[in-house]
């Protein structure tokens, strides 16, 4: 299995600012991913970030609003910018690991956005 | 696109077997089956998964039909910790990214 930590857990921002969101994995990880988790919704795929490849994104969502950063085997971090009130959901990050690469999800972060 | 169904809901007597469904009638013949569930404010949790046969783990049993086109994750002794949101997943073979649907609401009642 794999241990991840997200932060923040949670934020509360304003309209039109942005917030990265850190992903922190206990052991070296190929596949990363980033989903999204509106409120009494299902989780939605936004990104798969793969170390030493630029980030690939799922229908709707875009890298100028999402960017990701994924500067080695242990870390990723997601910007929501330009944050509007549609963006409150829950963001979490998941690695594939495990011989059938299951994958193990992080907390959450809690994004409410006034 | 999820390529499984689920009944949206459940419940179950505590104490008692729950059996949970899933339909994935589109399934090719080396796509696996994964399972996770998702208690109030966490992040899922892997459960299963299996190809062709049955599996089991400290968690849980899959019983996935002979055509495999279905699967049925069994918790044999259910709690009033198991209430979640069990997902039932089919991944592309390419690329194994876990796309998720709606899932069972399972409740397990005193």
């Known amino acids: 299995s794999a241990v991840i930590s997200q932060k923040p857990s949670r934020d509360i921002c304003q309209r039109g600012t942005s917030l990265t969101i850190q992903c922190q994995v206990d052991s070296q990880v190929t596949m990363m991913f980033w989903y999204r988790q509106q409120p009494g919704q299902s989780l939605t795929l936004i990104a798969t970030?793969?170390?030493?490849?630029?980030?690939?994104?799922e229908s709707g969502f875009v890298i100028d609003k999402f960017p990701i950063s994924r500067p080695n085997l242990t870390f990723s971090t997601l910007t929501v910018s330009n944050l509007s009130p549609e963006d409150s959901s829950i963001y979490l990050c998941s690695v594939g690991k495990g011989t059938y690469n299951e994958q193990f999800f992080g907390p959450g972060t809690r994004l409410t956005v006034l | 696109d999820a390529k499984t169904t689920q009944p949206p809901s459940m419940d179950c007597a505590e104490g008692r077997a729950a059996n949970l469904p899933c339909n994935h009638s589109?399934?090719?013949?080396?796509?696996?089956v994964y399972w996770y569930r998702q208690i109030h404010s966490q992040g899922p949790q892997y459960i299963i998964h299996g190809l062709k046969n049955n599996e089991t783990n400290e968690m849980a049993s899959l019983i996935i039909t002979e055509d495999r086109k279905s699967s049925t994750l069994i918790l044999p002794h259910a709690t009033l910790r198991d209430t979640a949101v069990y997902y039932c997943?089919?991944?592309?073979?390419?690329?194994?990214?876990?796309?998720f649907g709606a899932g069972t609401r399972l409740t397990v009642k005193p």
């Open positions: 589109t399934i090719s013949g080396n796509e696996y």
């Open positions: 997943i089919v991944p592309d073979y390419n690329n194994n990214d876990m796309r």
């Open positions: 970030a793969n170390q030493g490849s630029e980030a690939t994104y």
